[in-house]
């Protein structure tokens, strides 16, 4: 289990900083590209795809901040892992991390 110290640190993980980037960016492209797909993690209701879309656009033009508050969310969710795993986890657990918080972070669940 990580200390609350310990996870601050992660915050500051550049390697980790720069996966979660990625992984937003991949998804924000789906969402982009997706239309008004229904296929998970993007179930459709009324407006939702235009909020994601709206979100998408601004992790594009500026996907560090948007790591970060992934990042934070992420290290939050994991806080019973140890350092050593929350670091050592592969490139498609990240992905499906971010894909899970994403419409949280886009503001379509409130």
Request: glycine letters at 4%; hydrophobic letters at 45%.
């Amino acid at each position: 289990m990580a200390t609350y110290l310990e996870l601050r640190e992660l915050m500051d993980d550049g390697e980790l900083h720069r996966r979660v980037a990625v992984a937003i960016i991949v998804v924000a492209e789906q969402i982009l590209q997706a239309g008004d797909t229904t296929d998970p993690p993007f179930n459709q209701t009324a407006g939702d795809h235009d909020i994601r879309v709206q979100w998408a656009r601004r992790a594009f033009a500026s996907p560090i901040p948007e790591a970060q508050k992934f990042l934070m969310s992420i290290l939050a969710a994991n806080k019973d892992q140890t350092p050593e795993s929350i670091q050592g986890v592969s490139d498609a657990v990240i992905q499906t991390k971010v894909d899970e918080v994403v419409d949280l972070m886009a503001g379509v669940v409130i």
